[in-house]
């Protein structure tokens, strides 16, 4: 029972988060990838806070702090998805706006208008 009270006081000075049951937590997913393409084709700003969360998840795994990866990964996931859904919501007034004024400019030649 000492031993464990010490492992468990070691990691708390240490800063480092507890392992279960002998076993590593499973490093999350950084999206990385997802919050490049959302910056490309989708929406910078959201696109570029999704890259700087996804480039944390890394370090602060390394480093041993398992819950900060975990929520630099939620981050990085709820901006990349934030960013695709003002990328497409922008796509659709683009085609709409297309439209309007191709039929706009289509009147305007007919002598319609």
């Keep these: ?13 240490n800063n480092q988060q507890p392992v279960n049951n002998g076993y590593a937590p499973v490093k ?4 990385m990838v997802w919050a490049i393409l ?5 929406c910078l700003p959201f696109g570029i806070a999704s890259i700087i969360n996804a480039n944390k998840v890394d370090s602060l795994w390394a480093m041993g702090d398992y819950h900060g990866a975990q929520t630099a990964a939620q981050n990085a996931r709820k901006w990349f998805k934030w960013g ?7 796509y659709i007034f683009y085609i ?3 439209i309007i004024g191709g039929v706009g400019a289509a009147a305007l030649n007919n002598g319609n208008f």
Excluded: R
Aim: glycine fraction near 6%; charged fraction near 10%; include cysteine.
């Design 28 to 31: 999350p997913d950084n999206f």
């Design 84 to 90: 695709i859904i003002c990328g497409i919501i922008a």
């Design 1 to 13: 029972m000492d031993q464990n009270y010490t492992e468990q006081n070691n990691n708390v000075m």
């Design 38 to 42: 959302c910056t490309i084709f989708c």
């Design 96 to 98: 709409i706006f297309g």
